[in-house]
């Protein structure tokens, strides 16, 4: 694992499988995929006859920014990514919860 520190230092050890690190990323990326979840499911409607119901118009976005590069999109787009960006800089620079 490659790591890359705040002022560009490349530190090249691997952690164990059990580091403080890797369990803190894991639980980011897991409060990452639950916040979009959260999101997700708060567009959908529910019907009993078909399930879950997705606006088209919501659709045809996330298509559009699934193909768009994160360097084109719109900067309130990015902050979304942003945000998402900040909860893996704070546990990397220790300020994580």
């Known amino acids: 694992m490659?790591?890359?520190?705040?002022?560009?230092?490349?530190?090249?050890?691997s952690p164990d499988d059990d580091s403080?690190?890797?369990e803190g990323l894991a639980k980011v990326q897991h409060e990452i995929w639950a916040h979009?979840?959260?999101?997700?499911?708060?567009?959908m409607t529910?019907?009993?006859?078909?399930?879950?119901i997705v606006s088209p118009v919501d659709v045809m976005?996330?298509?559009?920014q699934m193909r768009t590069a994160y360097g084109d999109l719109a900067d309130y787009e990015?902050?979304?990514d942003?945000?998402?960006a900040d909860k893996v800089l704070a546990l990397l620079y220790g300020q994580a919860g």
């Open 82 to 84: 942003r945000s998402q």
């Open 20 to 22: 403080e690190i890797r």
């Open 78 to 80: 990015k902050d979304s």
């Open 2 to 13: 490659i790591i890359i520190s705040k002022h560009a230092t490349v530190l090249t050890e």
């Open 46 to 52: 529910w019907d009993e006859d078909v399930g879950y």
């Open 61 to 64: 976005r996330w298509k559009r």
């Open 36 to 43: 979009w979840m959260k999101y997700l499911l708060s567009r």
